[in-house]
């Protein structure tokens, strides 16, 4: 389970001053659901995702991860989570195997539970006919592969994707997102970041709507159609892209506006 509330993050930026990346964010994760987070570059969903995996720490707000504050109690929430983006490192001497496995050992586990872990892993995720390849010989598909081995190894039930098919073709892409379905079948808790909306459409079960820090709309995908009576997602995604900057617009003063405060 993933809680979300109010979240905030404020950069403090030498060109923009302080700048909001993440403004008063709010959402649930469930068990056994996909919950895609949709949003333009600079969005603020890398931002948002890497305050959960502890490693940015938000300006205010609260998230958790299984019931794990993410400020109090940072090592019970990477026990939980595991984290998969497209720019993981492979180190090019290590096998695919012994990759894992070293990760596996920086969780704590012992020799004889990360092999077996191990053995089910690169069963369900197809990777015993490279378990003995090395980095630098694998394909673009194969190290997306360990890499979701290497965020699964410790068997967390939270897993965050963020862009994870970004520079994938098709094919990998679309095995990418049969490993996902299958892993909300067996009961985890899933987000799914990217900017592609039909990756969105054929995947998630609730989807956030991201824009400039802020979540324009959440709900599943026939919620947001009525909603928003369209029937065709990208005209409903970019009609709230627009309405939210026309609003933003709106809302500065005509004196700033004057003084060059937009550009
Ligand atoms: N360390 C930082 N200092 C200042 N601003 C930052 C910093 N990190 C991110 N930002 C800004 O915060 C905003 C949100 O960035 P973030 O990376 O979270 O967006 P995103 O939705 O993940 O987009 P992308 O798909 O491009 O990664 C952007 O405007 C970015 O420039």
């Not at 993050?9 to 909001?20: N, P």
């Not at 195997?97 to 069963?123: A, D, P």
Request: hydrophobic share 40%.
């Amino acid at each position: 389970m993933i809680h979300v509330q109010h979240l905030t993050k404020t950069y403090d930026d030498l060109s923009r001053g302080k700048f909001v990346a993440v403004d008063r964010v709010s959402f649930t994760v469930r068990p056994g659901e996909i919950f895609g987070l949709l949003g333009p570059n600079g969005a603020g969903k890398t931002t948002v995702l890497r305050i959960l995996s502890t490693v940015l720490a938000p300006t205010s707000g609260i998230a958790s991860v299984s019931g794990y504050d993410v400020v109090a109690d940072p090592a019970e929430v990477r026990r939980h989570i595991g984290f998969v983006s497209n720019n993981t490192a492979i180190y090019d001497r290590m096998t695919a195997w012994e990759m894992v496995e070293y990760f596996g050992r920086l969780h704590g586990m012992t020799k004889e539970h990360v092999n077996g872990r191990l053995e089910t892993l690169f069963e369900q995720l197809r990777m015993n006919e490279f378990r003995d390849t090395p980095g630098a010989k694998m394909s673009t598909g194969m190290k997306q592969k360990v890499s979701i081995a290497r965020a699964m190894v410790h068997d967390p039930p939270v897993l965050i994707f963020d862009e994870a098919t970004l520079g994938l073709d098709v094919l990998v892409a679309r095995n990418l997102l049969g490993v996902i379905r299958a892993l909300r079948e067996s009961g985890k808790c899933l987000i799914f970041s990217t900017h592609i909306m039909s990756e969105v459409e054929r995947l998630c079960d609730r989807i956030a709507i991201m824009h400039r820090g802020k979540i324009l709309d959440t709900g599943t995908l026939s919620e947001l159609r009525a909603r928003h009576d369209q029937h065709d997602f990208e005209e409903l995604f970019f009609g709230l892209l627009s309405h939210h900057e026309q609003n933003e617009t709106d809302a500065i003063p005509a004196s700033s506006l004057a003084a060059g405060g937009v550009r």
